[in-house]
């Protein structure tokens, strides 16, 4: 079946540490794969995107994520994590002919805090 | 601006009522969807449309009612069906980059 796994239901990280956020997804071919962020109360907004090319992507905020195809994998980094940066983290794939054409399947997020 | 406006923020239902929480798009997206979100279980998809006057069910459909009458707008309806209907409303469009927009989301309590 298809699926996003994100391992870390949730994560605590010291301000200026660094961020990792893991992502596993189990699909026939390539998906295309997304990050998304969302603070308490609010939607989700999009992070950093990969459809095909070089494998490590660039996002706002400083993020980035590496597509490992022999892993199955798409995991969000950050070098210097902020405090403004605590809030829930979403993994996706698709749309796609895998995911039904028009779904985006989500995985289950990764809730972020941040310490002083 | 351009973008997707739910509203309301805040709604409050009453046992056996049924209540609508609207979606707006000025992004000229063809596909429209509703997702509901639980503590701890990600988003589920309840229903979706790729064009007008046209929708599908999701995984979680039972319970809800949508139209789509025309592109800009998707709204959602919560039936008395739904017994638990208590979550935070997602509306999300895509457009031809295959990413999802989101709106601020509704915040739906049963009371």
């Known amino acids: 079946a298809q699926s996003v796994t994100q391992p870390d239901i949730h994560i605590t990280v010291s301000e200026g540490a660094s961020l990792e956020l893991r992502c596993n997804y189990s699909?026939?071919?390539?998906?295309?794969l997304f990050w998304y962020v969302q603070s308490p109360g609010q939607g989700l907004q999009l992070l950093l995107k990969?459809?095909?090319?070089?494998?490590l992507v660039q996002g706002i905020k400083g993020f980035e994520a590496e597509f490992k195809r022999s892993q199955s994998s798409f995991n969000l980094r950050k070098p210097s994590v902020h405090w403004s940066d605590a809030a829930e983290y979403f993994c996706?794939?698709?749309?796609?002919?895998?995911?039904?054409?028009?779904?985006?399947?989500f995985g289950a997020g990764t809730r972020l805090f941040v310490k002083a | 601006d351009g973008g997707i406006t739910q509203s309301p923020k805040y709604l409050f239902r009453k046992e056996g009522q049924n209540v609508t929480l609207s979606c707006e798009q000025n992004?000229?997206?063809?596909?429209m969807y509703w997702y509901r979100q639980d503590p701890g279980q990600g988003l589920r998809l309840i229903y979706y449309?790729?064009?007008?006057?046209?929708?599908q069910k999701g995984d979680i459909a039972e319970g809800y009612s949508v139209s789509r009458e025309k592109k800009e707008s998707f709204p959602l309806t919560v039936t008395s069906a739904q017994k638990n209907p208590t979550a935070f409303y997602l509306c999300?469009?895509?457009?031809?980059?295959?990413?999802?927009?989101f709106g601020q989301g509704t915040r739906l309590t049963v009371v």
């Open positions: 996706a794939v698709g749309p796609s002919s895998n995911t039904g054409g028009f779904k985006t399947i």
């Open positions: 699909y026939g071919a390539t998906p295309y």
């Open positions: 990969y459809f095909s090319g070089d494998t």
């Open positions: 992004l000229n997206h063809d596909a």
């Open positions: 449309s790729q064009i007008v006057n046209d929708f």
């Open positions: 999300a469009t895509q457009g031809g980059g295959t990413e999802a927009f």
